[in-house]
């Protein structure tokens, strides 16, 4: 076998190959390392770089190591009594114990499909024989399996909690019991079975006894007279009382101090503690005992087995309730956004879609340019941005063909609301709303036009230009004013 290449910069494991642990260099059994890599002439004490391992390779070479040790040493105590051996101290850390709970042996009778179970310890006179009836093929039943399972549960309690024997004396085992009265409606609250007959953490004779004062109480209740005796305690009462004395009647019961079992009878909670309460769990987290598995697997669930979730701190008592829970709660893909939605900056709208939005650009009158025709009156020559407006005023003026004709003034108007206004606000001096404010000094004007005239004193804005010398002006009357008065003679 070629020799192997010691590199110093090594960042992967000479036994395991991982490079995502913390790797050290070995400083012992390097000669059994190239003793298991089979090339042992190849180390001479003096290795030119460090073989670098993991913490899983390094524990897995040292127990080689305490192993070779130990041939090493029997071999030294075998060779020194070779002569006269006698059984001597062995050398092995196992002990042997017998366990009634599982040291079983099961055996199956070839003329019926019955399998007895019997006891390994032939020193027991107890044996016990467990028949069962005929089992089917896919079943596959091994008395052996299921003591495996029964050991790995005793091993993974054992690796929780420590368990120890307890031993009560008579007068710790007195000193356990606690009497108390109850009142019986409270007993009656108490919870029941599944069964729905024995209430939870109470003895059957108990819970019988329970049921008959019940059943005492129903006839007591049921008599009629002036003088009743309670068939319990023997109360001197009434039957207009009967109800209250049975609402306030107590009952003398026992509770053992370590799991809260109740009797009727002291000598059954002792019993009960001598026979139930013979360990003790110990745990290893917090140092708490309990007296019963039930409970410290319920402390033990309750506030060292959780899960909690690193987003919101949530505690979980099942690793597949925590998983389903960030998956859903914490990578849930986020919702998709909705549309962007486009705004009109010049009409102030907003519109759910870029198509709408296209549209509006299209046929509103707000974004179509004007358009620069005049149209010249036949009569005068005056123009106007309209046919209709030169039509209007054409009949108007020239031809006078307008039905609505003022008295007082001796003037058409074009329709029945320019009269209208015209007599209200000119002949009957009416005094005209100014509805139109000012967003910027909160003035009021009659018209829109005028409004617009106004604002363009606070923006500076001159959007009339004249077409001759380039001189610009907010309205449009102040440019015609200076075309005719300096622009005569271009005109």
Known sequence: MAAIKLEKNNIICHGCLSVDRSLLPIKKNMDLYFILLGNQQFYSGDVTGPVYMCFECRSLLQKVGMFRQRLQRAQDMFSKMLLNWTPGKTLSQLSISKNIDYDLTCTENDNDSKIKIELNDSGNDYNETIVKEELDD???????????????????????????????????????????????????????????????????????????????????????????????????????????????????????????????????????????????????????????????????????????????DKKFYSKSVIERHIRCRHLRPPPPEPPEQAYCVECDRVFPSQQMYRRHLRTAAAHRPPKNTKVPCPDCGKTFSRKVYMNNHHKQVHRRDSPHYCRDCDKYFINGYAIRTHVKFVHEKSEKPKNKICDICQRGFHTNRVLSNHRRTHTGERPYCCEHCGAAFAQLQARKTHERTQHRAAQ
């Open 138 to 312: 896919t079943l596959n039943y091994n008395g052996i399996g299921n003591i495996d399972i029964g050991l790995k549960k005793i091993r993974s309690v054992r690796r929780k909690c420590k368990i120890s024997d307890t031993r009560f004396t008579d007068d710790e085992k007195e000193s356990l019991v606690v009497p108390f009265l109850i009142k019986l409606n409270d007993v009656f609250a108490l919870p029941k079975k599944r069964n729905g007959v024995h209430y939870k953490n109470m003895l059957a004779t108990c819970s019988k006894y329970i049921g008959n004062l019940a059943e005492v109480r129903r006839n007591d209740l049921e008599r009629v007279g002036p003088n009743l005796e309670c068939t319990d305690c023997g109360a001197q009462i009434t039957d207009r009382d009967m109800m209250a004395h049975w609402d306030e009647h107590r009952v003398h019961l026992h509770r053992c101090n370590l799991c809260d079992v109740i009797s009727r009878s002291r000598k059954e909670i002792i019993q009960h503690i001598t026979e139930v309460h013979t360990k003790v769990y110990t745990c290893k987290e917090c140092g708490i005992k309990c007296w019963k598995l039930q409970e410290f697997n319920k402390h033990y669930r309750n506030f060292h087995k959780y899960f909690v979730c690193d987003h919101c």
